[in-house]
Nanobody
Framework: QVQLVESGGGLVQAGGSLRLSCAASGRTFSTYVMGWFRQAPGKEREFVAACTWSIGTTTYSDSVKGRFTISRDNAKNTVYLQMNSLEPEDTAIYYC?????????????????WGQGTQVTVSS
């Protein structure tokens, strides 16, 4: 059984930084795409960033490009989301997800394994 566990959320002031972690277990993830999504109250879950596990190809949503960085540590089976220059609009529950495919995708329905989410709150 594949499991994803997020950590690192919290409360931060606008302009601050947080790093989210997603620890993966249960199988080898070398052929997976790992993604981060977020869901704000009353809104749909939206794509944030994704990377391939093997070679690290990345893609970002326009709203976070230049501020967020996704990375992975293969030895630790962990994916990170470094979030800088945070804005109140970034407030949401952040979810880690895995898709059994080789190419990055921004489509939520193509991810079939999800973590429980971690809350990020940015105060103004």
């Amino acid at each position: 059984q594949v499991q994803l566990v997020e950590s690192g959320g919290g409360l931060v002031q606008a302009g601050g930084s947080l790093r989210l972690s997603c620890a993966a277990s249960g199988r080898t993830f070398s052929t997976y795409v790992m993604g981060w999504f977020r869901q704000a109250p009353g809104k749909e879950r939206e794509f944030v960033a994704a990377c391939t596990w093997s070679i690290g190809t990345t893609t970002y949503s326009d709203s976070v490009k230049g501020r967020f960085t996704i990375s992975r540590d293969n030895a630790k089976n962990t994916v990170y989301l470094q979030m800088n220059s945070l804005e109140p609009e970034d407030t949401a529950i952040y979810y880690c997800a895995a898709a059994a495919r080789l190419r990055v995708t921004v489509i939520r329905e193509e991810y079939n394994t999800w973590g429980q989410g971690t809350q990020v709150t940015v105060s103004s």
